[in-house]
């Protein structure tokens, strides 16, 4: 996960109306903060999560150089990635945005992506969760964040889970009301295309978007999530293509933004492809009519490398890293595939390069700790590991694999330690619990302060369970 802050003084030329008091006195940005770390936790119960860490890199910093354009003020407080192949995106109270993979694949170019993007931005800057419970005089806060989670566990991870969540008939009635009115989707579409226009994006993109998917869709007996719950219109279509139009010729796409929209469009096709002789006769058709296309040269090239034929697939990534070595999704990719190559040395060396100029990187660090478990160096990958753990303590993929490399380690204490946060994080504090006190018996008589430390931190998450039952 991460933290991004906003400007402080982002402009508002929409002549919105004033979020003034009406939603803060029943829904206050700290309980929307609240309310985000309740549904970060089910979610991460509920769903599968991506553990691309490259496609985490990019959806991350693709949301941070976006929300400088946007009408945003609050901090996000994180980025979710939901593995599923299926076309989604949502907004949650606190500032928190997710995505399916899907999304990166239906969406043909970078342009189309952020506007979906820039569509949830605007929900969350303009706080329609608040202002529909403001105007809905819901019940109380514990109610919205179970039908907070039950429609948003359904919207990123499909119906059958939603649908368990809500188990009542009367949940499924009120979940009804947690779905942004017309109004508000009309004004989220606004908004978004004017952060598109600031960052210098095509805002013809959204109708785009809106219309394949009107068409692809069409005919199917249930539409995908995001249609559910972001339902279309022929009305508000034809509303995004005039304030589109309204904003002139649109600029090309930066070539580069392209290209790395592309890296990563092909690393969550290729996530769910279970044939990699298929994809590389696919990706060297394409190149036959486009040779010098460098993400059809990076399809095939990890196409090839899945298909065990390293040596042509550094051949062609390697191309890629040339055009930028300064590039921490290039510099990544040129990684990996040494990485499964087997060729760590090299990667270890290419890895240390990169980390001298961006020593926290989040992809480099946790490829870095990989190249060093495929060399049997686990100490020194668990160093690593604990390093993003401080950097990125919400984050449950690096709780996970601390705890698996604590243990081929042999630290039993950390070993615990680490699962005891990747289950807190996941929504289960007993579990939690139950690693701290092993922790904490390994450690009796020894050291004193992890000793009092842990008993500090069992006797807070007792108090974290009793408070939410009550």
Same mark, same amino acid.
């Given at each position: 996960m991460v933290s991004l802050m906003m400007p402080a003084t982002a402009s508002n030329p929409h002549n919105l109306p004033s979020l003034g008091d009406g939603s803060s006195s029943i829904v206050s940005p700290q309980m929307e903060a609240q309310i985000g770390s309740v549904f970060l936790k089910q979610i991460n119960a509920a769903l599968p999560m991506a553990d691309d860490v490259l496609i985490q890199y990019y959806v991350e910093q693709h949301i941070r150089n976006l929300a400088q354009y946007s009408d945003m003020r609050q901090p996000l407080q994180a980025v979710v990635v939901v593995d599923n192949p299926n076309i989604n995106a949502f907004a949650a109270p606190g500032g928190i945005i997710g995505i399916n993979l899907g999304l990166l694949i239906y969406a043909e170019d970078v342009a189309e992506y952020s506007s979906v993007i820039a569509h949830e931005m605007a929900h969350l800057s303009q706080r329609h969760f608040a202002r529909g419970i403001q105007a809905q005089q819901a019940a109380s806060v514990p109610t919205m964040i179970g039908l907070l989670a039950a429609v948003l566990v359904g919207a990123a991870g499909g119906?059958?889970?939603?649908?368990?969540?809500?188990?009542?008939?009367?949940?499924?009635?009120?979940?009804?009301?947690? @779905?942004?009115? @017309?109004e508000r989707e009309q004004e989220a579409d606004r908004v978004g295309l004017s952060t598109l226009v600031r960052a210098d994006i095509d805002p013809n993109a959204m109708a785009r978007m809106f219309e394949r998917m009107q068409q692809a869709y069409r005919f199917t007996k249930r539409p995908p999530e995001f249609l559910l719950t972001h339902p279309l219109s022929e009305s508000r279509i034809s509303d995004a293509k005039n304030q589109a139009r309204s904003y002139g010729e649109a600029k090309p796409i930066d070539p580069t933004l392209a290209l790395d929209y592309q890296i990563a469009r092909i690393r969550a096709q290729q996530n769910y492809s279970d044939n990699p002789a298929f994809d590389v006769a696919n990706f060297r058709k394409s190149l036959t009519r486009a040779p010098n296309d460098l993400a059809m040269k990076y399809g095939l090239a990890l196409a090839l490398s899945r298909d065990d034929q390293h040596d042509e697939a550094l051949q062609l990534v390697e191309e890629l890293y040339e055009r930028n070595p300064q590039s921490v999704l290039y510099v990544g990719a040129y990684a990996e595939l040494l990485i499964n190559a087997e060729r760590t040395e090299q990667a270890n060396e290419l890895l240390g390069r990169a980390l001298t100029f961006y020593p926290d990187s989040?992809?480099?660090?946790?490829?870095?700790a990989q190249a060093l478990i495929a060399d049997q160096e686990y100490a020194g990958a668990e160093r690593i590991y604990k390093q993003i753990s401080r950097q990125r303590p919400h984050d449950p993929l690096v709780w996970f694999e601390l705890a698996e490399t604590s243990g081929l380690a042999g630290n039993v204490v950390d070993v615990h330690l680490a699962r005891a946060e990747f289950f807190y994080l996941n929504g289960a504090p007993h579990r939690a619990i139950q690693h701290l006190e092993y922790a904490k018996n390994l450690v009796a008589g020894g050291n004193r302060q992890l000793h009092a430390k842990l008993t500090q931190r069992i006797q807070n998450l007792r108090t974290e369970i009793r408070a939410t039952r009550g």
């Open positions: 119906s059958d889970a939603g649908l368990a969540a809500l188990t009542t008939a009367q949940a499924i009635g009120q979940s009804n009301q947690l @779905r942004f009115s @017309r989040y992809p480099l660090s946790m490829l870095h």
